[in-house]
Nanobody, 118 residues
Framework: QVQLVESGGGLVQAGGSLRLSCAAS????????MAWYRQAPGKQRELVAK???????NYTDSVKGRFTISRDNAKNTVYLQMNSLKPEDTAVYYC????????????WGQGTQVAVSS
């Protein structure tokens, strides 16, 4: 059984910063790609950023230059540093991870709320 547990969400003013964390726990063989998604009210869930085990990262255009994804493989943890937050960043943020040696399984966290006030 694998669990992804997120932390770090909250309410912040526009221009502020938050750091999200997500730790994978349980019977873990190998964690491959880790990612952050978000879902705003009335919108579809979208990929925010992802990072490979080797540290290669990708971002959606709207967060480039403001958000930074990183990971600690020894701790099976992924982080999302969010700077210069905007009201449009308000959403529930979900952690995602691909785990296994083959077959591979996809896991989701429970979500953490980020609210940015103008």
């Amino acid at each position: 059984q694998v669990q992804l547990v997120e932390s770090g969400g909250g309410l912040v003013q526009a221009g502020g910063s938050l750091r999200l964390s997500c730790a994978a726990s349980g019977t873990i063989s190998r964690v491959h790609v880790m990612a952050w998604y978000r879902q705003a009210p009335g919108k579809q869930r979208e990929l925010v950023a992802k990072i490979t085990r080797g540290g290669i990262s990708n971002y959606t255009d709207s967060v480039k230059g403001r958000f930074t994804i990183s990971r600690d493989n020894a701790k099976n943890t992924v982080y999302l540093q969010m700077n210069s937050l905007k009201p449009e960043d308000t959403a529930v943020y979900y952690c995602n991870a691909i785990i296994g040696w083959g077959p591979f399984y996809e896991y989701w966290g429970q979500g953490t709320q980020v609210a940015v006030s103008s």
